[in-house]
């Protein structure tokens, strides 16, 4: 109810502040019998992690997922499965000077005036950092999926005012990984890359869209009316720090196309039942119909920059803020393995679902 | 589980199907002692019905809400309130020829696929008809959130191609409901109407989009991590029949800002921590923050249409489909009450939640 | 959240007050496809309804159920089941006495001072007519049992201080509606019925005891730690208006036993695993065990009495009370079904988790 | 939904096998700014903890509960306090010759049954080792009940066939404690370890009864129809391992009073609302109304005995087993903080849920 937990059946509850002890997870309601591939679930996190490279945090954290439960020999047991990252570059002294101030366009404010008490150290609770546990249970998720063929691909197709018209058809992880910015089109990789490097030497950030395209996916996820798979994949990227807006599908563009062009006409493929253009996005009346789930993802610009910034104190006094600490230009690229692990959470907790669905 | 319930304090379970004896909502969670206006349910359920303009299906419901329990001499008693629409027009014999067919971009198919059986008649409970019970446990949510002052207005920002750029500084109830197609901008409203006109006469439909702005919410409305505000908006949005896409405050524009433009200066006014700009839509960290909450919700055309379509029947065969039935050309008119419901009962929810957070 | 919704999967909402409009349930969760028998679920509201014996109150209702949703062409389609019971008897005016009383042993002082209201007309929402939702809901629950072959029968093992030891291995619900109590033990049926008569015609009440046995369980029902198969049973039952214990298998009397008396040692008959004596009451872990399940639910005498007593009114003034209204002498003969529809809904909704246990 | 997860408001998850590496704890919902006292949580579990005294298991634990989140400078902070217990002193070995056998009475054949796989040692998740989580989080929210005065006291009153009828108004912890079986009737609490003893020397075990009150509760905790307070504590108390019986106010023993002598009479002391008598037991209509609330709790002997047993492998074939590991010959005395904190995290659930009946 503290909003902790996401998912009803494939079920995850996240815990840990930035500067506390450890973050961690625990996943209920993975079934038993899945075998677990740790080091794919470190290899994600790794993706994720600060300080990989030259455009993302120089902040160093190895995030070593360790797992404390709910695996035995190699396989889940259907119990909890509880995994740590214990945080290791905890400088909090960095962040004494903050303690009494309100940094722009963060959850400071908001925190403190929530519950009357913040941990100030690095945002605490409000951290990006909370994601990593994301990371790690997306990832066991993935595995289950993986059982029926259903793959997740996330790349990034926008970094500021620099788009990407990236045919998602030849898409694969390691074509994205190819980048450092993680956006499969390569030129135009290059161009963000430059854009990013920009920004941080000015003290300034971005901000960008990932896109994300699911394959395979069988027929039937996704609940009518309110657990719609659409709403639970909306829901899941707005609770990524510093998502704005999400579509899918035809998405916002799609209001300016008629009935008539945007409707996906049913056609007969070898006896398959599939849509000739797929506007749908892969969901029709809330459930998935087969063909490739596809969403973009709008992330603003990182909200910590070190150009000085007018603010208040916590005692509503005028404050001239410049981050010192360390912080990531543009999260984008880092936020590839947060949208998959979402993505998969989402597809995890509906073909769990779709087992309740007949008699 | 199976998703007819929305909200986790200020609950609501919607049932019924389209053609069936009636559709129908429990509220659960609605503290006792709330006064309940039941003219303005009815009003809000009146701005949603079927045949209210020209512009719209010419279906007729007089769509008229009866309450069966949680109310007594006017005022909720804390036990589930419990009301009824009953279905009045049926014809379900308009749709004995869609029994075996599935229409395009509707959810024919994927009910079909996921249940093994399904009720053709109007889409059966995927029908748009569910979402009058959503506006009738909104308007009470409503009343619920006027308690604190709270104001919810959406209104009708772009049809097709047709954009407005409304200052909802000014925007009223009233207002909005000058123009039949429920945008404030009654210049542009003129166009829009012409617009739908076409559409209508042409078989064909439009999409467009709603802006939805809350005014005088107060500060702490939203839970770390998952259940932040957005993505609990974003969850109810995307849970609307035909909308595509959701973004808050700056939204996808603005991922082409930089950092430093479009963080939000806190200020202090008359002793009061508000901010300069609000791209951050009302929302910082998941939370409230008291400046305005606002977002714009897309939606596509009508999928049903008179002109000749190419689809399957459930047996695989081609079939071409002319809808003979009524339909809407453009669904944001009546798509208003709605939105504004889904935002109430969010609010009231957390409203709710907030209720929770300190010791 | 505010207690009117039971079960995970398989899950009801129930509303209504006991002199308001109606009472109904909306049953969640119930997989599509099912046949439903409404005449079945007819036949345990009947066994539930008032009137039905000369030791029964003689309120007339004739509780007929009226289903609106969920259920098209006599199968279940997947989507919410609602049923309505009209309250056609409501004498309101023999509760205008009341309004300003607390009863005794009743609910009106809490509910009034948790809500701050009350319908005060016989007990409002705390009334048992609330029940025969239960008992809709249970029914359908129980022909998903069904299904698989799964059997509950409750029947009425004491009253006041007439106890039977009826051997539960010759049950049937006909057996046990030979008898107006409900306890297949005819001769000690006889026993109760004078007792039950006596206590009437002193103005007096009984309680009693009722035994459930399900039978042809399959293994794997119940999930553990805190969902165990007996703790769900135990809140089904302790949440039964005037129920005051649960105990299942060797119960109380059990922590008379050694361990080395009370184990149930496995054996293998026809290959098949089972154990040579059943205190486990058929759940090992919280899980079932594929033995009978049994256990025994304590219904405190009514609480309606028409002797006179001393009691407080809301002005906290003394007042003596003597009932007019009509009221059962002892509940647990109608209150059979309901602990067997309560039964049902547990083992209903653990029937859909045991399906997420494995990959 | 894999059952891992209790309460609704102030919520827990436990994770952790036996012989994994550590046991743990989620609590979310425990509103911010609570003052956390570690010692008076690790006093807790120290009541718990195994090796304690010459009746119970000679297994060696610390069980030193570790928090790795959501406290900062004492308090909480509002986001979820996470608490490990390490699991130290393994000695997997000892359970390799029960990797292939079902011990009577134990979880072994149901968990393989529903799961497929399971982990052997010790029981893995199905041990009680798990219910030192249970005291942990019970202990957080035992110091937020004590912020509004509610007190919780569980003792020992019967062991076998030795009952004490010890009256709890004069009751303290602190007495509870001068007894090494945990009952206060210190004469009887000599017979009861006599009793354990015996039973130890005879490789045997003793169930019992533990009797828990809880006072200075106030009015208006539970909630009508489903969560009645009572409903609540007997799931609570039945999800705890080797428990079979649950009743509470009068229980089974109140079905052998009429209703004139059952009801309790509502009188006025000092402007308060009391009743007379107290058979409610401190809950009428499932919510609290300020009297003492008291209850019983029965446990089975211990499963585990040194005696030997027939019983089956995972084979099917028939084996003789005589446990060699530690175990307790009588699990009440231990148990006795496990109910206590079981009671608390009702109590702590049910306070919040009262935050939401009015307006």
């Known amino acids: ?93 960095d962040y004494d000077a903050l303690k009494d101030v309100y940094r722009p366009s963060h959850a400071d404010y908001t925190y403190q005036q929530k519950y009357g008490i913040r941990d100030h150290r690095g945002g605490g609770r409000s951290s990006a950092r909370e994601t990593a546990c994301r990371v790690v249970a997306g990832s066991i998720a ?75 996916c069988p027929v039937g996820l996704g609940e009518p009316v309110f657990d719609r798979l659409q709403a639970d994949l909306a829901k899941a ?13 035809s998405g916002f563009a799609g209001t300016h196309l008629k009935g008539s062009e945007h409707n996906d006409a049913f056609v007969s493929e070898n006896g398959e039942v599939r849509t000739q253009t797929n506007h749908s996005g892969g969901i029709q009346g809330g459930i998935s119909n087969g063909m490739d789930i596809y969403f973009r993802v709008a992330f603003k610009p990182t909200a910590t920059i070190s150009k000085p910034q007018d603010t208040l104190d916590v005692y509503g006094s005028a404050f001239t803020l410049a981050a010192t600490g360390r912080h990531d230009p543009c999260v984008v690229p880092r936020a590839v393995p947060i949208v998959e692990a979402m993505t998969a959470l989402v597809l995890a907790d509906h073909l769990l679902r779709k087992r309740l669905s007949r008699i």
């Open 142 to 216: 993935e595995l289950f999926l993986k059982t029926e063929g259903i793959e997740i691909i996330a790349f990034v197709s926008s970094v500021g005012k620099i788009d990407s018209n990236f045919d998602f058809d030849n898409l694969s992880r390691d074509l994205v990984d190819l980048s450092l910015v993680r956006c499969p089109d390569l030129e135009i990789s290059g161009l963000m890359e430059q854009a990013i490097n920009e920004a941080k030497t000015s003290g300034d950030s971005l901000g960008g869209i990932i896109t994300c395209v699911v394959r395979n």
């Open 1 to 93: 109810m503290a909003g902790n937990t996401f998912g009803k059946l494939f079920q995850i509850t996240t815990f840990g502040e930035s500067h506390g002890e450890a973050n961690g997870v625990v996943i209920d309601g993975c079934p038993a019998g899945l075998a677990v591939d740790i080091n794919y679930v470190q290899q994600q996190l790794d993706r994720r992690r600060p300080g990989q490279s030259a455009i993302t945090t120089q902040r160093k954290e190895s995030d070593t997922v360790k797992f404390i439960s709910g695996i035995f020999e190699g396989k889940t047991l259907g119990s909890p499965i509880a995994a740590i990252i214990p945080n290791e570059d905890h400088r909090s002294g």
């Open 237 to 249: 990227m707005l609770s990524i720090n510093a998502v704005k807006g999400f579509e899918y599908g």
